[in-house]
């Protein structure tokens, strides 16, 4: 099965735990035309990482690298969730009987319907088991 | 300046003289002027032939073309090169011992910057000396036969805890070993056995009063507290005073020179009394070496005029001070000003020595993190807070939070193992720390201790 067309790109974006550092990174994707799909902050003792869904990844990367921000690419999936009650749980149980390890998820809800962004330990493995199981995953086109 | 302290006591009325000062070598602790001159001068001749059974020191008056026998009166001192702690730490483990190793009744440690501490050693006479200076300075503060005293400071290889034991139970207190730990227990002993002096940390002082409070245990029977180990300024005097019904001394000393009992407190309070019959003190310009004149401050050197198993000539202590050359009401000689800082950027932490230079050791041995760091000291809660500020390198971020967060553990882990205290550790972005051309300002002690 052909897995890479599934593997999205999200920017990861080392932040210190300080006022004004998310502005700082909105500011610089606004100014480059940078579109925000899905966001999302982990926060751990003094610092986070931002997370972010974006239309044009490499645009972001060199942005955010050229002011200093320590910028890493981190593959993710996106799973298509019905956009009504009941639309996280048929997924999660589909990723709990594939036996799928989550690292972390964050979900938006956009033209494409509701949307959930899983980051697993293992893509390829987890890609091939949620099609098996009949859940519908994105394309990489869809969002850069 | 001899002549300005007897005349300084013709003028003061009767009504001003301490009548009830107490003094353990009364002789000894007046000593003055020409007679303080000649013993010191008798000692220092002893002290340079002690000195040269070291290899160390044979090396260093060659190398120097001073010859030992030219060591005779005090001013000539200057010709010695400076004995420093690295000396110290590179002839680890007995390479400053005069004596046969079996004479050598005690050893005891201290912390250093590399792997090894350095070692100490005393002889029968040593602690003698030692216990007697001891028992000078719990006299001076007033303590004696009747007085029960609680020693709350470590037991192990540190100076304080065997150093103040038996230099009490020398001069008759009731003495209670309770070393560290456990501050309901060390509550309940002060309150069960009507301790009336302790000595501690005063970081700790302020902990077991703040644990006391909260027990509701009266602990009126505390008169003294002798305090030591860490610096501490006149605004903890004042709280560790109204906290414990008080009266709070200051205690200076060092392991190389013994350990505490070098210097400490009259009841004036105003500057220690630093024994000089037993330490010649010099202050020093710590960049030049020279002498600095009265009443400027510098660092302290001293030469250890009775020690035996381990004599020093000129060490460096790094500690900051100045002479103070007017007469004490005590009548007793010799005062040095509270220690004001570090000469080198030595940090004392919860007692402990730390030297920026180890965290820049660990912080080189990681390569997830830069070089670049910050160190920010706070008090917090009575308790020292060591804040050490590090870059993440740009290639080792993965995107992952928890790579980060295992890195900070891994980083608290070492600096624990290197520094023998914990420290709190923040990763910061690459690249947004300070960078210093020249000399580096790396450490910010936001404590208000001196
Ligand atoms: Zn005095």
């Known amino acids: 099965m052909e897995t890479d067309e599934y593997c999205i790109k999200q920017i990861s974006v080392f932040s210190e735990n300080k006022p004004g550092r998310l502005a700082a990174i909105a500011k610089a994707l606004m100014e480059k035309k940078v579109n925000i799909l899905a966001f999302s902050i982990a926060e751990a003792d003094g610092f986070g990482v931002v997370r972010a869904l974006v239309d044009k990844p490499e645009v972001a990367h060199s942005i955010l690298s050229s002011l200093g921000f320590n910028v890493a690419f981190t593959e993710v999936i996106a799973v298509r969730m019905k956009d009504e009650p009941g639309g996280l749980y048929d997924i999660a149980e589909i990723l709990g009987n594939a036996g799928i390890n989550i690292e972390y998820s964050y979900a938006y809800s956009g033209k494409d319907g509701a949307v959930l962004i899983l980051r697993v330990d293992n893509s390829k493995d987890a890609i091939e088991k949620i099609i098996n199981l009949g859940a519908t995953l994105l394309k990489s086109s869809r969002f850069h | ?158 100076t304080g805890g065997l150093g103040f034991h038996y230099g009490a139970e020398l001069c ?87 350990g505490p009992g070098v210097a400490f407190e009259c009841e004036e309070r105003d500057g220690l009394h630093i024994w000089h019959d037993s330490y010649l003190v010099e202050i020093i310009d710590s960049k030049t070496g020279e002498q600095c004149t009265d009443g400027e401050r510098g660092e302290l050197v001293v030469t250890p005029l009775v020690k035996e198993a ?72 009575h308790l020292d807070e060591l804040t050490i500020e590090v870059e993440v390198n740009r290639e080792f971020f993965s995107g992952e939070l928890h790579d980060l967060a295992n890195l900070q553990n891994k980083l608290v882990k070492t600096l624990h193992d290197a520094l023998e205290i914990r420290t709190k550790v923040k990763l910061v972005e690459p690249g947004s720390l300070p960078r210093f051309e020249g000399k580096a300002k790396r450490v910010i002690d936001r404590r208000e201790i001196y």
């Open chain 2, 1 to 158: 300046m001899l002549q300005s302290d007897k005349v300084f006591w013709l003028f003061l009325p009767n009504t001003m003289t301490r009548g009830m000062t107490q003094y353990w070598d009364e002789s000894m602790e007046r000593l003055n002027g020409p007679d303080l001159k000649e013993i010191q001068e008798k000692r220092l001749r002893n002290t340079v032939i002690q000195a040269m059974k070291i290899g160390y020191y044979q090396k260093k008056f060659k190398e120097s073309g001073i010859k030992p026998e030219s060591i005779k009166k005090i001013d000539d001192i200057t010709k010695v090169p400076f004995t420093m702690k690295k000396d110290l730490r590179e002839s680890y483990p007995f390479g400053f011992i005069a004596v046969p190793i079996s004479d050598v009744i005690r050893i005891h440690t201290t912390s250093g910057t590399t792997g090894k501490p350095t070692v100490v050693g005393y002889t029968k006479k040593d602690l003698d000396n030692w216990a007697g200076l001891i028992a000078r300075n719990l006299t001076m503060i007033g303590l004696k036969k009747g007085d029960v005293f609680q020693n709350m400071v470590n037991y192990g290889m540190f």
């Open chain 2, 172 to 258: 008759g207190l009731t003495v209670i070993p309770s070393a560290t730990g456990n501050t309901k227990r060390q509550i309940e002993m002060i309150h069960d056995f009507s301790v009336t002096a302790i000595h501690c940390t005063p970081s700790y002082a302020l902990h077991l009063s703040e644990v006391a409070e909260e027990e509701k245990t009266d602990l009126s029977s505390l008169k003294t507290g002798i305090f030591g180990a860490e610096p501490w300024s006149e605004t903890m005097r004042k709280e560790l005073e109204d906290a414990l019904g008080i009266t709070a001394f200051d205690s200076y000393g060092l392991s190389e020179l013994y």
């Open chain 2, 310 to 381: 381990m004599p020093l000539l000129r060490y460096r202590t790094g500690d900051v001070t100045m002479k103070i050359e007017d007469g004490c009401l005590c009548r007793r000689a010799g005062r040095i000003e509270r220690i004001t800082g570090r000469s080198d950027d030595m940090l004392v932490i919860r007692g402990i020595n730390v030297f920026p230079s180890q965290i820049e050791h660990v912080l080189l041995s990681r390569p997830e993190v830069g070089n670049q760091f910050m160190v920010y000291v706070d008090r917090i809660n």
